[in-house]
């Protein structure tokens, strides 16, 4: 190891006292550093042993894991961050950084890749490190579009990928295995240690993702980013956002402004409601990126629009604006699918929406239009999936899009609660995808249990277990593997106010969805899962993050972590004027 004097810490940070005795950073010469580098380990070895973290202690459940008891890595007060050159890659060296730096309060420079590689590495593809025994995966182009390789040796640790998400997934896995202390805000004095050996991971799915509802309550950018941290942190890769439907329309249309301004301006219950800025649009998207989370927009059509009409009532089928809409019914509103103007509207908002969205895919919603006659609701959808055609995205839609005749590349989101559904099997046999969604396991504004205070239960209870116990690749009758594009947990927020409200329905069965997502079926075990996920209770709690502390996870403490107090679930306010 080359001599290093330890780094001042940054500017506001809390010195390192913990580490070790005071050492002028300035002090010449090797011999002054050497000792410096050596008392700051002694002094780390004194204190607490490792958190009893196991290699295989990840969420979601990784590929391949050789454990190595005798390679465990401490990190060491002046590690750096090395780094392959590449400005991707180190966006994520820097993730990482950041991501270490409160809690260890230590420096932790982001460096090129020179070797020889000690502390902290992340590697673009080239070819993978030395590979211990029967440990090989091939060339790192193996590890996909996604995969990452972790070796942890006594010196160093390394993540090697084909692709900067490769590298983000690895650090998260990284994250999992240094002590749940790793959360604290503000530094706290532990030994860093990683338990050695090797992980060979990669996802099953390419699709893994959430739904935040943010029309029927409507959320701030400040929460969205974090729902995007909450995301990638189980290496869930796309954040679908409902963003529009009856009770507000939440994002500026600049042919169209009434729709933001008069649409946004209320929510369930009535309160002030909001719209996002195309800048406010844009940040989302592009933290959403740094994290290899991709934003899949939904307009919903041509039901759901009752805050649409509100700003726009020529759009409506008797040309009369209707009140905005404060309650929780659905199926009562939807734009004129006979009329031009319709098509103009929805080609003018579906450009400007793809337009300001990097990513492939746009969601037209689809659901719950009762009023729609079968054939005109038909004619409808192809019309719209050929105007998302014509913005160059992929259209995807509820699965009850599925009766509109093909389009290329489109993506059906399953929500039902059975095992079959011939129209849907149809739409597949001619070419569809499947999002997995199932009411059922997946829905995250079900309730837990019964005492629930905020959710739904029409889909039934979904307690962490039931969440868990499902296999996305058998579940749905004449939809292969093959056909399952992925897995996503939508969050309807009718009774979520709250960023903490939307924490605790997230965690911790989001988690679950993603190692369903994520970890090959042979890994699928209910009592390893709660056994891992009981770790990650220290973690969110230490990190200020709220969760259902749900009874069937063995979490390692009794302490009191979820929402600050039971209140009574919101009862479905009433309409504010008669349904038509
Ligand atoms: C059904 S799922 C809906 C939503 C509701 C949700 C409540 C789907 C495509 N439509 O409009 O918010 O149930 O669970």
Same mark, same amino acid.
Request: glycine share 10%.
């Given at each position: ?113 020179? *070797? ?47 692709? *900067? ?156 604006? *209707? *009140? ?257």
């Amino acid at each position: 190891m080359p001599p290093t004097a330890p780094r001042p810490a940054e500017p506001g940070r809390r010195p390192l006292d913990q580490t070790g005795p005071a050492v002028d950073p300035t002090a010449p010469g090797p011999a002054a550093a050497d000792l410096a580098h050596a008392a700051a380990r002694a002094a780390v070895d004194r204190l607490a042993p490792p958190a009893p973290v196991r290699l295989g202690d990840v969420v979601p459940a990784p590929e391949r894991v050789e454990p190595d008891p005798a390679a465990d890595f401490t990190l060491p007060a002046d590690a750096a961050v090395r780094v392959s050159p590449d400005p991707a890659a180190r966006d994520v060296a820097e993730q990482l950084a950041a991501l270490l730096r409160p809690a260890t309060g230590y420096p932790l420079p982001v460096t090129d890749a020179t *070797p020889p590689a000690e502390g902290l590495t992340l590697q673009l593809s080239g070819t993978p490190g030395p590979v211990a025994a029967g440990a090989g995966p091939g060339p790192v182009a193996a590890l996909g579009a996604e995969g990452y390789r972790l070796d942890v040796t006594p010196d160093a640790v390394r993540i090697t990928a084909a692709t *900067p998400a490769g590298l983000l997934h690895g650090v998260q896995t990284l994250r999992q295995l240094l002590p749940p202390a790793i959360e604290s805000p503000t530094p706290v004095a532990a030994r860093w240690a990683v338990p050695g050996g090797v992980i060979v991971d990669r996802p099953r799915f390419a699709y893994r993702g959430a739904m935040l509802d943010v029309a029927r309550h409507f959320f701030g950018v400040a929460d969205v980013l974090r729902v995007i941290d909450h995301l990638a942190r189980y290496k869930l890769n796309h954040l679908h956002l409902h963003l529009t439907d009856d009770q507000g329309w939440r994002i500026a249309v600049d042919g169209w402004p009434r729709l933001a301004a008069v649409g946004g301006a209320t929510q369930v219950g009535g309160g002030p409601g909001g719209a996002y800025t195309r800048a406010d649009y844009r940040r989302i998207v592009s933290y959403a990126a740094r994290r290899h989370v991709t934003v899949v927009p939904e307009i919903d059509l041509p039901g759901h629009t009752n805050a649409a009409l509100t700003a726009y009532p020529q759009l409506a089928p008797d040309g009369i604006a *209707p *009140p905005p809409y404060t309650g929780t019914e659905v199926g009562f509103s939807y734009l004129d699918p006979g009329d031009e103007r319709t098509y103009a509207f929805v080609a003018d908002v579906l450009g400007e929406v793809a337009a300001l969205t990097p990513g492939p895919w746009l969601h037209i919603g689809g659901d719950e239009a009762f009023k729609v006659p079968a054939d005109a609701y038909a004619r409808f959808v192809a019309r719209t999936q050929g105007i998302v055609a014509a913005t160059g995205k992929t259209v995807v839609g509820w699965h009850q899009i599925a009766p509109a005749g093909h389009a290329d590349g489109r993506v059906l989101q399953w929500w039902g609660t059975g095992g079959d559904d011939p129209v849907t099997a149809e739409a597949v046999r001619r070419g569809a995808r499947v999002i997995l969604s199932p009411g059922n396991r997946a829905y995250l504004d079900m309730k837990y249990a019964p005492d629930t205070p905020i959710g739904h239960d029409w889909a039934g209870l979904i307690d962490v277990e039931r969440a868990y116990d499902w296999d996305p690749g058998t579940h749905l009758g004449g939809v292969p593997a093959e056909a399952v594009l992925g897995v996503e947990a939508p969050l309807w927020t009718e009774s979520v106010t709250s960023l903490a409200e939307i924490e605790f329905m997230l965690l911790p069965r989001l988690p679950a969805l993603a190692e369903l997502g994520w970890s090959p079926r042979r890994t699928h075990d209910w009592a390893s899962f709660r056994r891992r996920l009981a770790g990650h209770g220290p973690r969110w709690r230490t990190a200020g993050i709220t969760f259902h502390p749900a009874p069937e996870i063995p979490w390692p403490t009794t302490v009191p972590t979820g929402l600050p107090g039971p209140r009574p679930a919101p009862q479905p306010t009433a309409p504010t004027a008669d349904l038509p």
